[in-house]
């Protein structure tokens, strides 16, 4: 790569009041963002983002899933794109760090090669995928432009069918479409995704960059611990079958597994249904939501199976039954070596420190995992605070993850023939 190249640096001023703006849309009280997908506030920032862009003189495009996209040729009309980039909706009342910062990082790399006047042999993209964080489908832009979505896919939208169709034709959007929207193989050269970790481990290691060496495999089901309703107050503590009890004695022990035989994954059980779900009523039923993380598939295996032990025990030690719906694994995407070894360098020139790191979290990239090279860059989380407004990342290590996105998406595009 040349000199002038190396010396490339992102404009922060114009980064910074980019991001300011932005963080105006949807602004709650207590300094977070309240943007689910397709709500009033989300459709606000992407119109925001879409002027951006033809501000910025480059070029708009949106695709049958939604996506919104800056584009700026460089290559061959026809050749392959290199695509950056992240989400612009939210998690309820969350934090403004979380997919913007990605969104406004590949916008700006766009930005200073059209400024710097860098010939490259590939276009480059910056995108913001659909319903990343899952209020109606998660992952739903990346699936779509993957080419990974079904019809059955789109049969379950969390918020419900209703809600998912009338924020489809809010945003102009058809199932058809969604299903219409995939890139063919060969036309993405590569996918890199700039984010805050959502974690504390840069910060322990005292790092500015995290190499994503993959994101972790998720697993999820619905279990239904089965007893007796009874009269709360003339049924004997000895004489119930409380389906709560054994749920709740359930959710203690997830915490012993893991600690005694998965240290590097996680499990969490984050809704909770009591049935008939009266003060007075001895619960008949108690319906939780699973949900476990490992970053090796055989082990994310390994773990459901555990986990699945752990709460018939517990279920039959209470003398309850139980049934379980398994949602699905979704499998550990392993980032591709190159665009690894792209942003070490990047980070490296930079003279940023920087360590590997599996991301615990879902992201857009594992999504095009089986469509084109991918890679991630993480940014020090402050107190790993995420999904919360006291999500923050200094604006020096924006600004750092920003530049080595610049400094990764240049080598990529240069040493394109090394990449695939």
């Not at 990082?105 to 590939?122: D, Q, T």
């Not at 309850?320 to 979704?330: A, I, M, Q, T």
């Amino acid at each position: 790569m040349d000199t002038h190249s190396e010396h490339l640096r992102i404009n922060p001023a114009r980064f910074q009041a980019n991001f300011d703006a932005l963080s105006e849309i949807g602004a709650t009280d207590d300094g977070g963002i309240h943007r689910p997908t397709f709500s009033e506030a989300h459709l606000a920032a992407r119109a925001w983002f879409r002027d951006l862009i033809r501000e910025s003189g480059l070029e708009f495009r949106v695709d049958e899933a939604g996506n919104h996209s800056a584009y700026l040729p460089c290559g061959p009309e026809d050749g392959p794109t290199l695509l950056l980039g992240s989400h612009l909706d939210s998690v309820p009342y969350g934090g403004r760090f979380d997919g913007a910062l990605g969104v406004l990082s590949a916008l700006e790399v766009l930005v200073v090669v059209k400024e710097a006047g860098i010939s490259l042999p590939i276009n480059l993209e910056a995108i913001d995928f659909t319903d990343e964080e899952g209020t109606h489908i998660g992952l739903l832009g990346s699936s779509a432009l993957a080419g990974k979505l079904s019809h059955s896919d789109l049969e379950h939208p969390r918020g419900g069918k209703v809600a998912f169709i009338e924020g489809l034709n809010r945003a102009g959007l058809t199932k058809d479409g969604l299903l219409n929207a995939a890139r063919h193989q060969g036309s993405l050269a590569g996918f890199v995704e700039v984010h805050i970790e959502q974690g504390m481990r840069l910060i322990d290691a005292n790092a500015e960059i995290g190499v994503v060496t993959s994101i972790v495999g998720i697993g999820s089901s619905i279990l239904t611990f089965i007893g007796r309703s009874d009269h709360a107050g003339t049924t004997s503590m000895e004489d119930r079958l409380d389906a709560a009890q054994g749920a709740s004695a359930f959710i203690l022990v997830i915490r012993d597994i893991l600690h005694e035989s998965f240290p590097h994954c996680v499990a969490n059980v984050g809704k909770i249904d009591l049935m008939p779900g009266a003060f007075n009523i001895v619960p008949a039923e108690a319906i939780l939501r699973l949900e476990y993380r490992a970053p090796e598939a055989h082990t994310l295996r390994i773990l459901g199976q555990a986990l699945l032990e752990g709460a018939r025990f517990e279920a039959n030690r209470f003398g309850l039954g139980l049934e379980v719906e398994d949602l699905g694994e979704y499998p550990p995407s392993l980032m591709h070596d190159e665009v690894r070894s792209a942003i070490t360098n990047a980070a490296d020139t930079l003279s940023l420190n920087h360590i590997p790191l599996t991301s615990m979290a879902g992201h857009d990239a594992q999504s095009l995992a089986g469509l084109c090279p991918v890679g991630m860059i993480f940014v020090p989380s402050v107190d790993g605070a995420s999904h919360s407004p006291r999500e923050f990342t200094t604006w020096e290590n924006c600004i750092h993850g920003a530049n080595t996105l610049l400094q990764t998406a240049l080598r990529l595009a240069i040493n394109i023939d090394q990449v695939g």
